[in-house]
């Protein structure tokens, strides 16, 4: 294998600095997997050269590779044996230490000495990937850091002593690890390796033996097909042993053949033949031809230029021309250096500043989007929820990260060298120069002087004051020279590059690690565009629909007559028909919709049969699919869709714009029907009365009191003056109305007849509409109330929700007012009816909020506003009425008033969800085949510990605690924000700081507020005045608020109050009781009686056969 030696000049293949001391009997490499070995042992002692060999049995031969770490160009190549890395790899060692050896005396007289102990202490393994890095190791890394064994590649032997005895011999193994992470030349690792002992007196380690070897990196061919050698050879070897055939189909080309001479070069090999050839040892394994497609080995990444490291002095060690032009050049590019990072230190700094005002601007902007989505829900809030809330959230936080990375990074350490080190560069000339100058100055002066006239003692004294002058100005000269090689290309350079390449990582590692959070959140955006892009195709298909009407319009001779709406009515929320406003969907009606779908497609209305949406002309002319004229009239493209139409539908409803007079006259014809007198009234047709409403483009006021169409008839008016008139007669008065055309008039006489008949056969109205506690034209600002300034009148989007029948929250055209307002809400004679206006209010109430399941959802939470299954309820029971109170929408019907009712369908499971799973990962919730161990465990961690709420941001968010959230979203009356608030453990029972308010009041006051003033014009009666919910309030209420006792300093609403009396247990006048007006009759008293009793009865069946009622089907 190659010589020993204790000269390390010499490059022996094992260095042994003393064998008497320290010497290796034995090295064996093990591969424990394969059952292979190296033994290397010396051949004597004193050794002169050391061998390798495998164990007996193994014909393997040991590989030796040109070793490709050059020290010497013009030596020759030394060999380095060749280690396979297929697996681990152990190296046990075999020591010897024997006692030191005296000459004996040369005289009788002297004393014979025997042998010394030989000591070794801290026995140190150090290794590398070549000799130079060994020495940097000993050297270099032992004097700046004393703890050498906490360096990776350091492994500590031990202390040992031969104890008396001639020689002791000791193991020790060690398992190898690569020296570096990336491979060198040769496809391997080059390994040197050194056993150092530690000389206290020295301070400093001294090397034992050393020795060197090349471990190979594994074959992809091998990693691919690790026994594929195995399945034609029953011995243990793999592909590169030369007594392993190769398969023949992992050849792609027949093996290299070692050409003996350039004459046998015709090689006559059949094909059996090559397949047994083995393969030359000489080829590496690199050169081995793979078959296509084999991974190629990933290449290391190598700098392409090189970063600057210490080197050997470039200086000249005299002063003189050499080291003085050196000083020169230095010193003009510390001019260009110094213009340089003052403008890289002036452009970092307007970097920095102009993303600080970038992230700024942005947060700014997301507030205002913010602030535009309580107002504008429909345009802002899905983006914002979707994206800026979440995406923009994260690129954000990275681009602060970013500038904060700027300034501490970079801004700072170069400005430090900009002012310590560059512009100090002239001052430290100038004092260089000023030493030399007197120097040399003195230098002149001392060598001056006559020999003779200056005796011995001043001689002295001049000499050692010629070196104290020599060595200063050395020192001077070191210090400058030193300072001038640190700033161009040495310690500053290097710190300027180390800066730069921490800002780089910094930025690369944050980008990265915000690319993998916007990936996870990439979904979301991906749902919103693609809702996006429908919803463009679908006002693309309008304005289509728009330009071909527009055109008929101008084509048109005919008198004008509304484009009815399209097929879509009967698909839009019935609210939004009745105010007019068919373009926008408000905010609740987003959450309308299946809560494990898509949050923007506005829920689906069916409009029941026999019931007609119809609008005169002077309501923009939106008339009901079922209308007659439907099928007569051009409604665009897609009156090519198939589309379902109600041929005969009888009109329960119909609103419009009429002419009448001021009042209403008398039974004879009217008289002196001037054009003064008559004025525009928004007339609603519905519940079998005739409304009349004053100031329709302000807000809406009943001029006087409804029509009841039991008790009047309708017919054209006779000898009117005016066209297109008829008169509605009552037994009091006769009210004249004027239509636009005829068709209108005629419209509105059969409606009006169809109502009326409707109305005394008692008819039940399914279709009535309703309409959600969002954003009122009627409602002021819970500022103006607590400022008691007025408000300007707003017009939001109106929505409703269809089919329900539960009181409204707002005066909707059309609606009957209802003085409605009781403890109970009175759902005895239908038992289903609530469970059935939570399932159609929201598609996602069909399923049980925190499993999913679809069987038996009939069990609520009413101050988590949820909708669960009975598996569920019953754990929600278990937590406590703290956490969760559950009722039965089926059994505890008596529970239901109208503020609880109102609150499950505002909330409801899809929005529940988006506060307390804002962070789950969905494949952590439970199924519908859960365990209720499962369940527990996943319900409490859900509402107990609140795991899964967003917490507040605190870039993003504008209030930083619960209870600002929570007063903020109390005075908005937003009731989503709310129920945030709360999930985040806000006080119910909070105060606003500003006024001294309980929040209680601050919900009664933003549904209920009082009037502006006591003198009102026009007073509402009770039996004019609609049930006012209060969701808020109640939301706080089920969730821990108190009823303060002091009222407070700002006048409340009468239903306020009404409120507050019920929650104080009060009874309330029987005025103020809600109980449905009923209309006037003209039954008999026996027949009254017994509708009475048919009541009464009616009522206990309907109570005590609950068990028996027909299920609302599973969906």
Same mark, same amino acid.
């Given at each position: 294998?190659?010589?020993?030696s204790?000269?390390?000049?010499?490059?022996p293949?094992?260095?042994?600095?003393?064998?008497?001391r320290l010497s290796?009997?034995?090295?064996v490499v093990?591969?424990?997997?394969k059952?292979t070995?190296?033994?290397?042992v010396?051949n004597?002692?004193?050794?002169?050269?050391?061998s390798?060999?495998?164990?007996l049995g193994?014909t393997?031969?040991?590989?030796f590779v040109?070793d490709?770490?050059i020290?010497n160009?013009?030596?020759p190549?030394?060999?380095?044996?060749?280690l396979?890395?297929?697996?681990e790899l152990?190296?046990?060692?075999?020591f010897v230490?024997?006692?030191?050896?005296?000459?004996?005396?040369?005289?009788s007289?002297?004393p014979?000495s025997g042998?010394i102990d030989?000591?070794?202490?801290?026995?140190t393994y150090?290794?590398a990937?070549?000799?130079k890095?060994v020495?940097?190791?000993?050297t270099?890394?032992?004097?700046?850091?004393?703890n050498?064994?906490?360096?990776?590649?350091?492994a500590?032997v031990g202390d040992?002593?031969?104890?008396?005895s001639?020689?002791v011999s000791?193991e020790w193994?060690?398992?190898?690890?690569?020296p570096?992470p +990336?491979?060198d030349?040769?496809?391997?690792?080059r390994?040197s390796?050194?056993?150092?002992?530690y000389?206290?007196r020295?301070?400093?380690?001294?090397?034992l033996?050393?020795?060197?070897y090349?471990v190979?990196?594994t074959n992809?061919?091998?990693a691919?097909?690790?026994?594929?050698?195995h399945?034609?050879s029953?011995?243990?070897a793999?592909?590169s $042993?030369?007594?392993?055939p190769s398969?023949?189909f992992?050849?792609?080309?027949p093996?290299?053949?070692?050409?003996?001479s350039s004459q046998?070069?015709?090689?006559?090999?059949t094909?059996?033949d090559?397949?047994?050839?083995p393969v030359s040892p000489?080829?590496?394994?690199a050169?081995?031809?793979l078959?296509p497609g084999?991974?190629?080995a990933?290449?290391?990444v190598?700098?392409?230029i090189a970063?600057?490291?210490p080197?050997?002095?470039?200086?000249v060690?005299?002063?003189?021309p =050499?080291?003085?032009a050196?000083?020169k050049?230095?010193?003009q590019?510390t001019?260009n250096?110094?213009?340089q990072?003052?403008?890289?230190?002036?452009?970092a700094e307007?970097a920095?500043?102009c993303?600080?005002?970038a992230n700024?601007?942005f947060?700014?902007?997301?507030?205002?989007?913010?602030e535009?989505?309580?107002t504008?829900a429909?345009a802002?809030?899905?983006?914002?929820?979707?994206?800026?809330?979440?995406i923009?959230?994260?690129?954000?936080?990275?681009?602060?990260?970013?500038?904060?990375?700027?300034?501490k990074?970079?801004i700072?350490?170069?400005?430090?060298?900009?002012? =310590?080190?560059?512009?100090?560069?002239?001052?430290?000339k100038?004092d %260089?120069e000023?030493?030399?100058k007197?120097?040399y100055?003195?230098?002149?002066?001392?060598?001056?002087?006559?020999?003779?006239?200056v005796?011995?003692?001043?001689?002295a004294?001049?000499d050692?004051?010629?070196?104290?002058?020599r060595r200063n %100005?050395?020192?001077k000269r %070191?210090?400058?020279?030193?300072?001038m090689?640190d700033? $161009?290309?040495?310690r500053?350079e290097? @710190?300027?590059?180390s800066h730069?390449?921490?800002?780089?990582d910094a930025?690369?590692?944050g %980008?990265?690690?915000a690319?993998?959070?916007i990936?996870?959140?990439l979904?979301?955006?991906?749902?919103l565009?693609? @809702?996006?892009?429908e919803?463009d195709?679908?006002?693309?298909?309008?304005?289509?629909?728009?330009?071909e009407? /527009?055109?008929?319009?101008?084509?048109?001779?005919t008198p004008?007559?509304e484009?009815?709406?399209?097929s879509?009515t009967?698909n839009?929320?019935?609210?939004?028909?009745?105010?007019?406003n068919?373009g926008?969907t408000?905010?609740?009606d987003?959450g309308?919709?299946?809560s494990t779908g898509?949050q923007l497609n506005?829920?689906?209305?069916?409009?029941p049969?026999?019931v007609e949406?119809?609008?005169s002309p002077?309501?923009l002319g939106q008339?009901?699919?079922g209308?007659?004229?439907?099928?007569?009239k051009?409604?665009g493209i897609?009156?090519?869709e198939?589309?379902d139409s109600?041929s005969?539908a009888?009109t $329960?409803?119909? @609103?419009g714009l009429l002419?009448?007079l001021n009042r209403?006259?008398g039974?004879?014809d009217?008289?002196n029907?001037?054009?003064?007198?008559?004025?525009?009234?928004w007339? =609603?047709?519905?519940?079998?009365?005739l409304?009349?409403y004053?100031n329709?483009?302000?807000?809406?006021?009943?001029h006087?009191?409804?029509i009841?169409l039991?008790?009047a008839s309708?017919?054209?008016?006779r000898n009117?003056?005016?066209?297109?008139?008829?008169?509605?007669?009552t037994p009091?008065?006769?009210?004249v109305?004027?239509?636009?055309s005829?068709e209108?008039?005629n419209?509105?006489?059969?409606?009006?007849?169809n109502?009326?008949?409707s109305?005394?056969?008692g008819?039940?109205?399914q279709?009535k509409?309703?309409?959600?506690?969002g954003d009122?034209?009627?409602?002021?600002?819970i500022g103006s109330v607590? +400022?008691g300034? +007025?408000?300007?009148?707003?017009?939001g989007? $109106?929505?409703? +929700?269809a089919?329900t029948?539960?009181?409204?929250?707002r005066?909707t =055209?059309?609606?009957r007012?209802?003085a409605v307002?009781?403890s109970s809400?009175g759902?005895?004679e239908?038992?289903?009816?609530v469970l059935?206006?939570v399932?159609d209010?929201?598609?996602?109430n069909l399923?049980?909020?925190?499993?999913g399941?679809?069987?038996?959802?009939?069990?609520?939470?009413?101050?988590?506003?949820?909708i669960?299954c009975?598996e569920c309820s019953?754990?929600h /029971?278990?937590l406590?009425?703290h956490?969760?109170?559950?009722?039965?929408?089926t059994?505890?019907i008596k529970?239901?008033?109208?503020?609880?009712v109102?609150l499950?369908?505002l909330?409801?499971?899809?929005?529940?969800?988006m506060?307390?799973e804002a962070?789950l990962d969905?494949?952590l919730?439970?199924?519908?085949q859960?365990s209720r161990e499962?369940r527990?465990?996943?319900i409490?961690?859900?509402?107990?510990?609140?795991?899964?709420v967003?917490?507040i941001?605190p870039?993003?968010?504008?209030?930083?605690?619960?209870?600002?959230t929570?007063?903020?979203?109390?005075?908005k009356?937003e009731?989503?924000?709310?129920?945030y608030?709360?999930?985040?453990?806000?006080?119910?029972?909070?105060?606003?700081?500003?006024?001294?308010?309980?929040a209680?009041w601050?919900?009664?006051?933003?549904?209920d507020?009082?009037?502006?003033?006591p003198g009102?014009?026009h007073?509402v009666?009770?039996?004019?005045?609609?049930a006012?919910?209060f969701?808020v309030?109640?939301l706080?209420?089920?969730?821990?608020?108190?009823?303060?006792?002091?009222m407070p300093?700002?006048?409340l609403?009468?239903?306020?109050q009404i409120?507050?009396?019920?929650k104080?247990?009060?009874?309330?006048i029987e005025?103020?009781?809600?109980?449905?007006?009923?209309l006037p009759?003209?039954?008999s008293?026996a027949?009254r009686?017994?509708r009475?009793?048919?009541?009464?009865l009616?009522?206990?069946?309907s109570?005590g056969?609950?068990?028996?009622r027909?299920p609302?089907?599973e969906?």
């Amino acid at each position: 294998m190659g010589i020993v030696s204790s000269k390390p000049e010499e490059g022996p293949a094992l260095y042994l600095r003393d064998q008497n001391r320290l010497s290796i009997s034995s090295l064996v490499v093990t591969n424990p997997r394969k059952r292979t070995s190296v033994n290397f042992v010396p051949n004597a002692f004193p050794a002169t050269r050391v061998s390798a060999q495998r164990p007996l049995g193994d014909t393997s031969p040991v590989e030796f590779v040109q070793d490709p770490d050059i020290s010497n160009p013009t030596a020759p190549p030394n060999f380095l044996v060749k280690l396979s890395n297929d697996d681990e790899l152990i190296f046990s060692f075999t020591f010897v230490m024997r006692q030191a050896q005296f000459a004996q005396p040369t005289t009788s007289s002297e004393p014979a000495s025997g042998p010394i102990d030989t000591s070794i202490s801290g026995l140190t393994y150090v290794y590398a990937s070549n000799l130079k890095e060994v020495e940097n190791l000993v050297t270099r890394e032992f004097h700046a850091d004393p703890n050498l064994h906490r360096n990776a590649n350091v492994a500590l032997v031990g202390d040992y002593t031969t104890g008396g005895s001639p020689s002791v011999s000791f193991e020790w193994t060690w398992k190898w690890k690569s020296p570096k992470p +990336t491979e060198d030349k040769g496809g391997g690792w080059r390994n040197s390796c050194s056993f150092v002992e530690y000389d206290p007196r020295a301070h400093r380690l001294h090397t034992l033996a050393s020795f060197s070897y090349f471990v190979a990196g594994t074959n992809p061919r091998d990693a691919l097909y690790p026994s594929s050698a195995h399945a034609f050879s029953g011995t243990p070897a793999s592909l590169s $042993h030369p007594n392993s055939p190769s398969p023949p189909f992992l050849l792609a080309s027949p093996p290299k053949i070692r050409v003996a001479s350039s004459q046998s070069v015709d090689s006559r090999i059949t094909a059996p033949d090559i397949i047994d050839e083995p393969v030359s040892p000489l080829i590496p394994p690199a050169e081995m031809p793979l078959t296509p497609g084999f991974p190629q080995a990933k290449e290391t990444v190598k700098v392409d230029i090189a970063c600057p490291k210490p080197n050997e002095e470039s200086m000249v060690s005299d002063d003189g021309p =050499v080291f003085r032009a050196t000083l020169k050049a230095l010193e003009q590019k510390t001019g260009n250096m110094r213009t340089q990072m003052k403008k890289v230190l002036k452009k970092a700094e307007h970097a920095h500043s102009c993303q600080s005002e970038a992230n700024d601007a942005f947060t700014a902007f997301v507030d205002a989007l913010r602030e535009a989505a309580a107002t504008n829900a429909n345009a802002v809030q899905p983006a914002l929820t979707h994206y800026f809330d979440k995406i923009a959230r994260e690129i954000l936080a990275y681009e602060r990260q970013n500038t904060y990375n700027l300034q501490k990074i970079i801004i700072e350490p170069v400005t430090k060298l900009y002012q =310590v080190d560059i512009k100090q560069a002239e001052s430290k000339k100038r004092d %260089f120069e000023e030493e030399s100058k007197d120097y040399y100055a003195y230098v002149s002066r001392y060598l001056g002087q006559r020999q003779d006239s200056v005796k011995a003692k001043k001689l002295a004294e001049a000499d050692s004051k010629y070196q104290n002058k020599r060595r200063n %100005f050395e020192l001077k000269r %070191f210090d400058y020279s030193s300072f001038m090689q640190d700033l $161009h290309g040495g310690r500053k350079e290097q @710190e300027v590059l180390s800066h730069l390449t921490r800002f780089a990582d910094a930025q690369t590692r944050g %980008f990265m690690d915000a690319a993998k959070k916007i990936e996870f959140l990439l979904p979301q955006l991906e749902a919103l565009s693609n @809702e996006v892009q429908e919803a463009d195709k679908e006002y693309q298909y309008q304005r289509r629909e728009r330009e071909e009407k /527009r055109r008929l319009l101008e084509k048109s001779n005919t008198p004008y007559k509304e484009p009815e709406q399209t097929s879509t009515t009967s698909n839009m929320p019935i609210g939004s028909a009745t105010n007019g406003n068919t373009g926008n969907t408000s905010d609740s009606d987003l959450g309308r919709a299946d809560s494990t779908g898509s949050q923007l497609n506005a829920g689906s209305v069916n409009v029941p049969s026999g019931v007609e949406l119809s609008r005169s002309p002077g309501s923009l002319g939106q008339t009901g699919v079922g209308s007659p004229a439907a099928a007569s009239k051009f409604k665009g493209i897609r009156d090519l869709e198939e589309r379902d139409s109600m041929s005969s539908a009888v009109t $329960h409803r119909k @609103e419009g714009l009429l002419w009448a007079l001021n009042r209403p006259g008398g039974h004879v014809d009217p008289r002196n029907l001037n054009k003064q007198g008559w004025h525009k009234f928004w007339i =609603v047709l519905d519940q079998g009365k005739l409304s009349e409403y004053s100031n329709w483009k302000q807000k809406l006021d009943l001029h006087i009191d409804p029509i009841d169409l039991r008790m009047a008839s309708v017919r054209e008016a006779r000898n009117a003056e005016r066209r297109f008139c008829f008169e509605v007669i009552t037994p009091s008065f006769k009210r004249v109305y004027q239509a636009t055309s005829e068709e209108d008039m005629n419209s509105w006489i059969t409606a009006i007849n169809n109502a009326l008949q409707s109305a005394m056969e008692g008819r039940s109205y399914q279709g009535k509409p309703t309409s959600s506690n969002g954003d009122s034209s009627l409602r002021r600002d819970i500022g103006s109330v607590l +400022t008691g300034k +007025t408000q300007s009148l707003s017009h939001g989007n $109106h929505h409703s +929700t269809a089919n329900t029948g539960i009181p409204s929250r707002r005066i909707t =055209v059309g609606a009957r007012p209802s003085a409605v307002r009781t403890s109970s809400s009175g759902y005895d004679e239908n038992p289903d009816r609530v469970l059935q206006m939570v399932r159609d209010n929201d598609q996602g109430n069909l399923w049980c909020a925190d499993c999913g399941s679809g069987s038996k959802v009939e069990w609520v939470s009413i101050n988590l506003g949820i909708i669960l299954c009975i598996e569920c309820s019953g754990i929600h /029971r278990s937590l406590g009425t703290h956490i969760s109170k559950v009722r039965s929408l089926t059994l505890d019907i008596k529970s239901f008033t109208i503020d609880i009712v109102e609150l499950l369908l505002l909330i409801g499971n899809r929005v529940s969800n988006m506060i307390w799973e804002a962070k789950l990962d969905q494949s952590l919730k439970p199924t519908a085949q859960a365990s209720r161990e499962q369940r527990l465990r996943f319900i409490t961690s859900k509402y107990v510990d609140r795991l899964f709420v967003e917490p507040i941001s605190p870039t993003l968010s504008r209030y930083g605690t619960a209870d600002e959230t929570l007063l903020a979203a109390i005075k908005k009356n937003e009731i989503q924000q709310v129920l945030y608030a709360l999930a985040l453990k806000a006080n119910p029972n909070t105060v606003d700081k500003m006024r001294g308010t309980h929040a209680v009041w601050l919900a009664l006051a933003a549904a209920d507020p009082a009037a502006p003033s006591p003198g009102t014009p026009h007073t509402v009666t009770d039996a004019e005045a609609k049930a006012v919910p209060f969701p808020v309030a109640e939301l706080l209420v089920q969730n821990g608020a108190e009823i303060p006792a002091t009222m407070p300093a700002f006048p409340l609403g009468r239903f306020a109050q009404i409120y507050i009396e019920q929650k104080r247990g009060r009874t309330v006048i029987e005025g103020s009781i809600d109980a449905v007006p009923s209309l006037p009759s003209n039954m008999s008293p026996a027949e009254r009686l017994q509708r009475e009793k048919e009541a009464r009865l009616q009522k206990r069946v309907s109570t005590g056969g609950r068990l028996a009622r027909s299920p609302i089907p599973e969906r």
